[in-house]
């Protein structure tokens, strides 16, 4: 499962309608859990870019990596590679798998969406050998403040009292039936 934070989806959202044809970037992934990444925020660099493909400086990405580095952040949670198809359908093309394979991870999450705001994800893991999970399902984290949590932990604590069923025997066995 993959999760995106509200901001960096309204980047992703905002960078995709303000191209003029495919456009692409880079973003940081957090492994919460085995099975579930976050992405916290998305970045772009100087590229070239048509209808049809987007060509990232590699010298800008490598310049925003020593900045990483220097300012003392951890450059191996830029893990997400994301582009648009601009008015196409959202799919892998021969040149997306080419350019994740190109990448010197252990693993990375790979993002395609375009104008209809469409997306499809991807995780590809590079050793032992190249394995892709395809079918990634992919939703925006809804946060919610500290004080707005507390605050609905004292409502649901002050007006929600929970009433354990009572056990019915059906055929020698116990059945828990809600009480009307």
């Given at each position: 499962m993959v999760y995106?934070?509200?901001?960096?989806?309204?980047?992703?959202?905002?960078?995709?309608?303000?191209?003029?044809?495919?456009?692409?970037?880079?973003?940081?992934?957090?492994?919460?859990?085995?099975?579930?990444?976050?992405?916290?925020?998305?970045?772009?660099?100087?590229?070239?870019?048509?209808?049809?493909d987007t060509i990232l400086n590699r010298r800008k990405i490598g310049e925003f990596v020593t900045d990483m580095i220097i300012a003392g952040k951890d450059p191996s949670v830029l893990r997400l590679w994301w582009h648009s198809h601009a008015n196409m359908d959202v799919f892998w093309s021969v040149t997306d798998d080419g350019t994740i394979s190109g990448f010197n991870n252990e693993w990375?999450?790979?993002?395609?969406?375009?104008?209809?705001?469409?997306?499809?994800?991807?995780?590809?893991?590079?050793?032992?050998?190249?394995?892709?999970?395809?079918?990634?399902?992919?939703?925006?984290?809804?946060?919610?403040?500290?004080?707005?949590?507390?605050?609905?932990r004292r409502e649901v604590a002050?007006?929600?009292v929970f009433i354990e069923p009572k056990p019915v025997k059906v055929n020698g066995k116990a059945v828990y039936v809600p009480e009307s």
């Open positions: 995106i934070l509200p901001k960096a989806k309204v980047k992703l959202d905002t960078y995709v309608m303000l191209a003029k044809g495919e456009i692409s970037g880079m973003g940081i992934v957090r492994n919460i859990r085995r099975g579930v990444l976050l992405i916290e925020d998305l970045y772009i660099f100087e590229q070239e870019c048509t209808m049809a990375m999450l790979s993002l395609v969406t375009n104008f209809a705001g469409d997306v499809l994800c991807r995780i590809d893991a590079f050793a032992p050998v190249q394995t892709t999970a395809l079918e990634t399902r992919f939703q925006v984290l809804l946060e919610a403040p500290e004080l707005l949590l507390a605050s609905l002050a007006k929600v």
